[in-house]
T-cell receptor, first 114, second 116 residues
Framework: AQSVAQPEDQVNVAEGNPLTVKCTYSVSGNPYLFWYVQYPNRGLQFLLKYITGDNLVKGSYGFEAEFNKSQTSFHLKKPSALVSDSALYFCAVRADGGYNKLIFGAGTRLAVHP | GAVVSQHPSWVICKSGTSVKIECRSLDFQATTMFWYRQFPKQSLMLMATSNEGSKATYEQGVEKDKFLINHASLTLSTLTVTSAHPEDSSFYIC????????????FGPGTRLTVL
């Protein structure tokens, strides 16, 4: 069965500092991995995805994520956090083939302090 | 990127009434649409998957007679909450996926339902 774990309910970062939001996954076969961001009372916005190829994926708003197969992780990173990055972040996984369901982690609330 | 719209963005209704939520893919054809439910400060829970022209597949524990899903065209899916009760109050998010095995999934802005 597919599953996603986001071990941190909340991450606090000072503006300008690097941030990391952790995600580990479990899936049969090759994973399709995604990060989404959600602002209050809004739907999900796509940040980036890993399907195949380079393990370091660059996405929107300066975010990037590194796929680590041996550790089954797909941590989200940004070199310099902005206050406007404060939001709820979801990691999601889908088993390869693409027709399978997208399974979401519980979400991590990122709070960037001025 | 592709745009998915939902209407209405919020709705308040009385207990016992039915509410219909529309989900449209505005600039692409979505062979598959998904309906999620999100409680405050929680993750998205998949309710059902619908393919155009066929019956929806509901997740375990989701009442198909209560949450009616229609996916009549490649750009429109509807979720009808029948005989709504206060415990149905939630944030409902639809998602549409482009065709093909590597199809991308795009999300609507969500609909907040409050049942009094």
């Amino acid at each position: 069965a597919q599953s996603v774990a986001q071990p941190e309910d909340q991450v606090n970062v000072a503006e300008g500092n690097p941030l990391t939001v952790k995600c580990t996954y479990s899936v049969s076969g090759n994973p399709y991995l995604f990060w989404y961001v959600q602002y209050p009372n809004r739907g999900l916005q796509f940040l980036l995805k890993y399907i195949t190829g380079d393990n370091l994926v660059k996405g929107s708003y300066g975010f990037e994520a590194e796929f680590n197969k041996s550790q089954t992780s797909f941590h989200l990173k940004k070199p310099s956090a902005l206050v406007s990055d404060s939001a709820l972040y979801f990691c999601a996984v889908r088993a390869d083939g693409g027709y399978n369901k997208l399974i979401f982690g519980a979400g991590t609330r990122l709070a960037v302090h001025p | 990127g592709a745009v998915v719209s939902q209407h209405p963005s919020w709705v308040i209704c009385k207990s016992g009434t039915s509410v219909k939520i529309e989900c449209r893919s505005l600039d692409f054809q979505a062979t598959t649409m998904f309906w999620y439910r999100q409680f405050p400060k929680q993750s998205l829970m998949l309710m059902a998957t619908s393919n155009e022209g066929s019956k929806a597949t509901y997740e375990q524990g989701v009442e198909k007679d209560k949450f009616l899903i229609n996916h009549a065209s490649l750009t429109l899916s509807t979720l009808t909450v029948t005989s709504a009760h206060p415990e149905d109050s939630s944030f409902y998010i639809c998602s549409a996926r482009t065709a093909g095995a590597g199809g991308e999934q795009f999300f609507g802005p969500g609909t907040r339902l409050t049942v009094l």
